[in-house]
């Protein structure tokens, strides 16, 4: 891998971490970056997976464990949320 390349690729990460905080597909920048330079489909795409995996874990807890106004289920979770209360 050139510099020019890691320098790219960088960017295009940097470009679709801003996408994907604001509305998401980030990965129409990545995905085209990594095959442009001659990555197989498959590994452009696993590491694109693996890259939202960070960006995506603390997800679940971002809604504060606040269930105002938005009700529970029947076993008292919030709607949306993968822990239990």
Do not use: K, Q
């Amino acid at each position: 891998m050139s510099i020019f390349e890691a320098i790219c690729i960088f960017l295009a990460g940097i470009a679709a971490g801003t996408i994907n905080t604001v509305v998401g597909s980030g990965t129409l920048v990545t995905f085209p970056t990594l095959l442009a330079f001659g990555y197989p489909p498959v590994v452009a795409t696993m590491s694109n997976a693996v890259g939202l995996v960070p960006a995506t874990s603390p997800a679940p807890g971002a809604t504060g464990g606040s269930c105002a106004g938005s009700g529970t289920d029947s076993a008292g979770n919030c709607p949306g949320r993968c822990s239990a209360r």
